[in-house]
């Protein structure tokens, strides 16, 4: 784990000095001392002297060359006073924009099964992106901005003096509607029954529920659903197993929402593969093989109450495997098989390599050809049960798929013991949006699967404690600023995200300056920026900072604990952050973003607050447009908004 710069760093040498070179750098010390305490209370007392302001630091309007010459004065008598008690200390490590990142932003478009088939498809993307009808480069929503002055619109209301330790007080958020993505409860029927969830911290002190978007216990409509699609057990369990795709967290994370809705709705029970490294989630080297529980609460009892039944890749084998089972092993792999169902690693070389166990599932199982670029998924009732479909769903259907080949779940999908998900080989990824790859025809069914997901499939309580210090604290600044919070108790500050590393779509990887020239008119004057980025060198965001305070997640490694966490969090916690600011700018073609967005859509943030840093693509959210085909350069408000509802909503609020 890297620490900050200033910790581990071994002490310098300090060389004896004469003793006349001692006494005069003393007396040029303490002369410079006096002369930095005469200079820092002439810029203390001048503005009352001249302004007769009593209270300036609480006066927010107090701003220009006193403020800036009283902050050099702190500086300079900070600086005096470290050398007059012979401490040396490297000042410059303390300035921000010299840390090097404590850990990597865990992204997601890194991928090792890059090839020049991944290649030539990413730039059919672009092409279709480009060959798409330009978006006018401008603010819909704040077409003043560049016109707000601080006192006309942050100062709009004065807030009343803060004390230097003011705590906000989230207050408990019981209503289940949630801005723009509720409706009223005359048209929400899953909702009766429903409670507000709840978030568990470790310490006492930290209320993180305001982070809580979902429902726990979920409504008694979803409490009691039964899938129409569900497999007839006779008796005997049927199971799911599949292989992790093998790019960035959020690549991952997409196809698990995928499989876990799958094994769901069909009825069958879920087997989560061995623990194993994953791509870019290699931040904790004392543990090399994760686990899926280790960032979503599958393992907790409150995940039970979802009906997804989940064993382990042992307990499957133990079922299934043996000679008197109903999956045997074959004897020539048994032993490497067996060596690979509690680790594994995905070479074939290592004891305990993973290819042996995806042969066997594989070859005992069924395995649908399923490729998410060209292939959809569709729940229809009718065509499960063998008749024909209505002419409306089928014509929604091929609407959806927009081209691809459609794939109906039928017989094939509930008759085999197994069915097997091989998301690992390149050209079987499951890598799009739940939303855009599965279809229920359905509305009412359709909804059901995406409150699965907002309801269960969020990270563990741990992740949103540490998040909470984190945007309380970004809160705090913004409040004492005379920014507000929203009803769901989330702005106060703004926030972007900006990839930079292994991106592959270039034209959105762009300067700095860039960045601020195209999203200054979002921005309020003195309003706090805060930055999820893979970016190491910080003084790439100088021109952004010369406008702007900005934020970046090392800054709170002590204050929010961060160091006494998994590392492998703290792309997650970026995520969470940055889903709470005002306003939010992200990159496109990032899943990243993409999940950032959603995030907010949950907490009933409008998408017209949310924009892209590239001016092609800037407001590509300020409009109601149907996820089609395979695109998961952002998400689409279908995956949130009216889901608590049963039918399909308008595109008038989004």
Same mark, same amino acid.
């Given at each position: 784990?890297?620490l900050p710069p200033?910790r ?6 300090r ?10 750098s ?13 200079l820092?209370?002439?810029?203390v007392? /001048?503005?009352?002297?001249? &302004?007769?302001n009593?209270?300036f630091?609480?006066n927010?309007?107090f701003?220009?060359v006193?403020?800036?010459l ?5 500086a300079?008598e900070?600086?005096?006073m470290?050398?007059?008690e012979d401490?040396?200390?490297d000042?410059?490590?303390?300035? %921000?924009h010299?840390?090097?990142?404590l850990?990597?932003?865990? +992204?997601?478009e890194?991928? !090792?099964?890059d090839d020049?088939?991944?290649?030539a498809?990413?730039k059919?993307?672009e092409e279709?992106h ?6 006018p ?5 704040? *077409?003043n #901005?560049?016109d707000?002055k ?6 709009a209301k ?12 989230h ?5 289940l ?6 409706l009223?409860?005359?048209?929400t029927?899953?909702?009766?029954g #429903? @409670?507000r969830?709840?978030i568990?911290c ?6 993180a529920?305001f ?8 409504g ?6 039964e899938?129409?699609f $569900?497999?007839?057990?006779n008796?005997e369990?049927?199971y ?5 795709d093998?790019?960035g967290w959020n690549?991952?994370?997409m196809?698990?929402?995928i ?5 769901? $709705? ?16 290699? $931040?904790?080297?004392s !543990? !090399?093989?994760?686990?899926f529980?280790d960032?979503?609460p599958?393992?907790?009892s409150? =995940?039970?109450a979802? %009906?997804?039944?989940i ?16 999956l045997?092993?074959n004897e ?7 060596k690979?169902?509690n680790?594994c690693?995905?070479r074939?070389?290592?004891?305990i ?5 995806h042969d066997? /599932?594989r070859?005992v199982g ?6 998410s ?11 499960f049960q063998g008749?024909?479909m209505s ?10 798929c927009s081209g691809?080949?459609i794939?109906?779940?039928? *017989?094939s999908y509930?008759?085999p013991?197994?069915v097997?998900?091989q998301?690992? +080989? ?19 069914i359709?909804?059901? =699967? ?11 309580d741990p992740i949103?404690c ?10 705090e ?8 919070l929203?009803?769901?108790q989330g702005?106060?500050f703004?926030?972007l ?6 991106l ?5 990887k762009?300067s700095?300056?860039?960045?601020y020239?195209n ?5 309020e ?6 930055i ?9 965001f100088?021109?952004? @900072?010369?406008?702007h ?8 490694w002590?204050?929010?604990?961060l160091?006494d966490l998994d590392?492998?969090?703290m792309? &997650?916690?970026?995520?969470?952050v940055?889903?709470r600011?005002?306003k ?8 990243f973003?993409g ?5 907010r859509?949950y %907490?009933?943030?409008? &998408?017209?607050?949310s924009?892209?840093?590239?001016l092609?693509?800037?407001?590509s959210l300020q409009?109601?447009?149907p996820?089609?085909g ?8 279908s ?6 509802? +049963? ?7 989004f």
């Amino acid at each position: 784990m890297r620490l900050p710069p200033s910790r581990g760093r071994p002490p310098r040498r300090r060389t004896s000095p004469d003793k006349t070179t001692s006494c005069c750098s003393y007396i040029l010390h303490t002369i410079l001392l006096i002369t930095g305490i005469i200079l820092l209370l002439s810029t203390v007392m /001048l503005p009352y002297l001249l &302004m007769g302001n009593t209270n300036f630091e609480n006066n927010p309007t107090f701003v220009g060359v006193s403020s800036h010459l009283r902050q050099s004065a702190h500086a300079v008598e900070h600086s005096i006073m470290k050398k007059f008690e012979d401490k040396e200390e490297d000042v410059a490590n303390a300035i %921000h924009h010299d840390k090097e990142p404590l850990f990597p932003l865990l +992204d997601e478009e890194g991928n !090792k099964l890059d090839d020049d088939d991944d290649v030539a498809q990413q730039k059919v993307v672009e092409e279709k992106h480009d060959n798409a009808k330009s978006r006018p480069a401008q603010n819909l929503d704040d *077409a003043n #901005a560049k016109d707000t002055k601080l006192g006309d619109k942050v100062m709009a209301k004065k807030p009343d003096p803060l004390v230097l330790d003011a705590k906000i007080e989230h207050k408990e958020k019981e209503t289940l509607a949630r801005g723009l993505a509720g409706l009223p409860f005359s048209q929400t029927p899953a909702l009766e029954g #429903a @409670k507000r969830a709840t978030i568990t911290c470790d310490d006492p002190t930290i209320n993180a529920n305001f982070l809580a978007y979902w429902n726990e216990p979920q409504g008694t409509q979803d409490v009691e659903f039964e899938s129409p699609f $569900a497999v007839d057990q006779n008796g005997e369990e049927k199971y799911l197993t599949f292989e992790p795709d093998r790019g960035g967290w959020n690549n991952i994370r997409m196809t698990l929402e995928i499989i876990f809705i799958i094994a769901l $709705a069909t009825g069958r029970t879920l087997v989560l593969p061995p623990d194993q490294p994953l791509y870019l989630l290699k $931040a904790d080297s004392s !543990k !090399k093989q994760r686990s899926f529980a280790d960032f979503f609460p599958i393992s907790s009892s409150k =995940f039970e109450a979802s %009906h997804l039944r989940i064993i382990t890749t042992e307990e499957f084998l133990r079922r299934e495997g043996g000679t008197h089972g109903r999956l045997p092993i074959n004897e020539d792999i048994s032993e490497a098989v067996l060596k690979a169902q509690n680790h594994c690693e995905q070479r074939l070389k290592s004891d305990i390599s993973c290819i042996p166990l995806h042969d066997h /599932l594989r070859s005992v199982g069924y395995v649908p050809k399923l490729k998410s670029g060209t292939d959809c998924l569709v729940f229809d009732v009718d065509a499960f049960q063998g008749n024909d479909m209505s002419k409306e769903n089928e014509d929604n259907a091929k609407t959806f798929c927009s081209g691809r080949g459609i794939n109906y779940v039928n *017989a094939s999908y509930t008759d085999p013991v197994l069915v097997h998900l091989q998301g690992s +080989d390149k050209n079987y990824r499951l890598l799009n949006h739940f939303y855009g790859f599965l279809h229920f025809t359905n509305p009412v069914i359709d909804n059901h =699967f995406k409150r699965f997901v907002r309801d269960y499939m969020h990270y563990i309580d741990p992740i949103y404690c540490a998040s909470a210090k984190i945007i309380q604290s970004l809160q705090e600044e913004g409040v004492k600023r005379g920014f507000t919070l929203d009803e769901e108790q989330g702005g106060g500050f703004s926030s972007l995200h900006v990839r930079r590393g292994e991106l592959q779509y270039k034209k959105v990887k762009i300067s700095a300056e860039e960045w601020y020239e195209n999203t200054k008119d979002l921005w309020e004057e003195n309003e706090i920026l805060y930055i999820a980025t893979d970016e190491r060198n910080k003084t790439f965001f100088d021109p952004i @900072k010369e406008h702007h305070d900005i934020r970046f997640l090392d800054d709170y490694w002590d204050m929010a604990n961060l160091g006494d966490l998994d590392p492998n969090y703290m792309g &997650m916690i970026d995520t969470i952050v940055a889903s709470r600011g005002r306003k939010f700018v992200g990159t496109y073609f990032s899943t990243f973003s993409g999940y950032i967005v959603r995030m907010r859509g949950y %907490h009933g943030m409008s &998408m017209k607050d949310s924009y892209y840093g590239t001016l092609q693509y800037k407001n590509s959210l300020q409009e109601w447009t149907p996820h089609k085909g395979s695109e998961f350069s952002h998400e689409w408000p279908s995956g949130w908004i009216g889901i608590d509802g +049963d039918t399909v909503p308008s595109h008038d609020k989004f």
